[in-house]
C-alpha cells in the first residue's frame, strides 16, 4: 500500500504546485528561477503537449481516463501479488500525474504549465505532473527490462 502514498504525494505535489502559481504568477509572466536555465512561466494548456488536439477536451478526457483506469488496476494487482520495486512506483507516478493533470482538464478545461527550461525554440512548457508522468514511464519501462515479478 505504501505505493498508494507515492502516488498521493505526486498528485499532492502537482496540485499544490499549479495552485501557487495561479495564486502568484500571472498567466503569461516568465521569471527565471536564480542563475539557472529553468523559468516559471505560466501558460494555460487546452490540449496535451505543444497545445496538440486543443478543443478536443472530450476526446483527450476519454482516453487519459481509460488509461488512468487500466494503470490503476495494474498498480491493485502489484499490490495484491506483492510485486514491490519499479513496476508499481512507475505505475504509481504515472497514475499520480496522470490524475493531476486530468482533474485540472476536467474541472478547469485546460491544465497550467508553469517550467520552463531554456533551450530550444520549440522547448516546452510543462509541469510536475509531467514531470511525474515521464518518471513513471521510465520507471515502468525499466521494470519491464530488469525486473521479475
Known amino acids: 500500500m ?9 498528485l499532492g505535489s502537482d ?7 495561479r495564486k502568484y504568477l500571472p498567466i503569461g509572466r516568465k521569471q527565471r528561477v536564480g542563475k539557472s536555465c529553468l523559468y516559471l512561466w505560466h501558460v494555460k494548456n487546452k490540449g ?16 487519459t481516463g481509460s488509461m488512468l483506469a487500466l494503470f490503476l488496476t495494474q498498480l491493485f494487482d502489484c499490490c ?17 500525474g496522470g490524475i493531476g493533470n486530468f482533474w485540472e482538464r476536467l474541472t478547469r478545461r485546460e491544465v497550467t504549465d508553469f517550467l520552463y527550461c531554456k533551450g530550444g525554440k520549440h522547448a516546452p512548457i510543462f509541469n510536475l ?8 514511464v521510465i520507471l515502468y519501462t525499466v521494470s519491464g527490462f530488469f525486473c521479475k515479478e
Not at 505543444?50 to 476519454?62: D, H, N, P, V, W
Open 2 to 10: 505504501r505505493y498508494f502514498g507515492y502516488l498521493l504525494a505526486a
Open 15 to 21: 496540485w499544490l504546485s499549479k495552485r501557487w502559481v
Open 48 to 63: 496535451i503537449a505543444y497545445q496538440k488536439f486543443s478543443g478536443r477536451q472530450g476526446a483527450i478526457l476519454t482516453v
Open 80 to 96: 495484491k501479488k506483492g510485486i514491490t520495486g519499479f513496476r508499481p512506483l512507475g505505475l504509481a507516478l504515472f497514475i499520480g
Open 129 to 136: 505532473a509531467d514531470l511525474w508522468i515521464l518518471l513513471g
